[in-house]
């Protein structure tokens, strides 16, 4: 089987080290990838840390993945070598429930996820983009357009489509009023999609400092949450409000943003519960609390389509494969604008 080398956490509390591994062996429908960059997820510390409670170990994280073909199973027709691709959260599913016959893959409960969940072709694990080289069936390989920078475009995978995909399925455009809350990772890719759709965009953030780049960003307002006379300003006014924070926090101060039969979507997974909404804000304006997982593969290459159209990626900061613990350690403290991206060639 292929050998490759990439970083693993070997148990939920030591630093990620380098690790060498095999992959399976390609079939006629797989493509063989040679990573050239990954980008950090905040839920590549949650699993890391195994603070869902579903961690394997050896992990070898990373789900926005991006780099060019060195290989093409003998059945594969959407790709050839030399092709710029990106791999995102899931390398499979089922393909006959209904979740997958309707193109919402993410939600098929044999989703098989990039890393840290089993692979169903050699019995092992799956390992992740924190390495020199993936293996993927074409079905879940996506296409990047020559125009976006590649090390930019990392973030898309999971960042990019999380955010794209319930701005999407609400059907927000013009005349849209939307509220993102927070900017980090997911945040300022809120921003820049509901800006590119159309909406007049509102960000909510607890950090006075954050307004400039909110509104560089594509952000018409800024409102810090913790003023109450600023939160008031706004009550029953947002058709849609994108809440990205991965901490547990008071709902009601948004839920009371909302008009009637707006929705607060929540794409942020924090490791503890958030507090009990208030039902009498929600069932007197009809208001929605709802929840919105990635996207489909179809919708994905529809996200990056839309991204070179309006020649749309992540704000980031390239690091070698070595300061990844560190990188762990600024991401806790907020201290990254916005996104890091593992260049691989450091490896």
């Known amino acids: 089987m292929p050998t490759t080398l990439g970083y693993a956490a070997h148990s939920h509390d030591t630093p990620l080290v380098p690790y060498s591994f095999e992959r399976r062996e390609p079939l006629d429908n797989d493509v063989q990838i040679e990573i050239l960059y990954c980008?950090?997820?905040?839920?590549?510390?949650?699993?890391?840390?195994?603070e869902w409670g579903s961690s394997t170990f050896p992990m070898?994280?990373?789900?926005?993945?991006?780099?060019?073909?060195?290989?093409?199973?003998?059945?594969?027709t959407r790709f050839k070598v030399g092709d710029n691709v990106g791999v995102g959260c899931m390398v499979g599913s089922c393909g006959v429930c209904p979740e997958c016959q309707?193109?919402?893959?993410?939600?098929?409960?044999?989703?098989?996820?990039?890393?840290?969940?089993?692979?169903?072709?050699?019995?092992?694990?799956?390992y992740g983009g924190y390495a020199k080289q993936i293996i993927v069936n074409q079905n879940f390989v996506l296409q990047i357009?020559?125009?976006?920078?590649?090390?930019?475009?990392?973030?898309?995978?999971?960042?990019?489509?999380?955010?794209?995909?319930p701005l999407r399925h609400w059907k927000i455009g013009q005349g849209d009023k939307v509220g993102i809350v927070g900017l980090g990772g997911l945040g300022h890719m809120g921003i820049k999609f509901a800006h590119a759709l159309g909406a007049h965009v509102v960000l909510f953030t607890t950090s006075p400092g954050k307004a400039e780049d909110a509104k560089r960003l594509g952000a018409d307002e800024v409102v810090v949450s913790k003023n109450a006379d600023e939160m008031a300003k706004h009550a029953g006014s947002f058709n849609f409000i994108l809440n990205t924070v991965a901490v547990p926090h008071n709902l009601d101060a948004f839920t009371a943003l909302l008009k009637r039969d707006g929705t607060l979507c929540l794409v942020g997974v924090p490791d503890q519960p958030h507090p009990s909404p208030t039902v009498g804000s929600l069932?007197?304006?009809?208001?929605a609390i709802a929840g919105s997982l990635i996207g489909g593969i179809k919708?994905?290459?529809?996200?990056?389509?839309?991204?070179?159209?309006?020649?749309?990626t992540s704000d980031?900061?390239?690091?070698?494969?070595?300061?990844?613990?560190?990188?762990?350690?600024?991401?806790?403290?907020?201290?990254v604008k916005y996104r890091f991206v593992i260049d691989l060639a450091t490896l």
């Open 39 to 50: 980008g950090v997820c905040h839920s590549d510390i949650h699993q890391v840390h195994n």
């Open 102 to 126: 309707e193109g919402v893959e993410q939600y098929c409960n044999a989703a098989e996820f990039t890393y840290n969940s089993a692979d169903k072709i050699s019995g092992g694990n799956n």
């Open 145 to 165: 357009s020559d125009k976006l920078d590649l090390a930019a475009s990392a973030p898309l995978l999971c960042a990019g489509i999380t955010t794209y995909s």
């Open 299 to 312: 919708e994905t290459q529809e996200m990056l389509d839309f991204c070179a159209e309006h020649n749309i």
């Open 283 to 287: 069932i007197f304006k009809r208001r």
């Open 316 to 335: 980031v900061e390239i690091i070698p494969m070595q300061a990844i613990n560190e990188a762990y350690d600024r991401v806790l403290k907020s201290d």
């Open 60 to 76: 070898v994280p990373g789900h926005e993945i991006v780099g060019k073909v060195t290989k093409v199973g003998a059945q594969v």
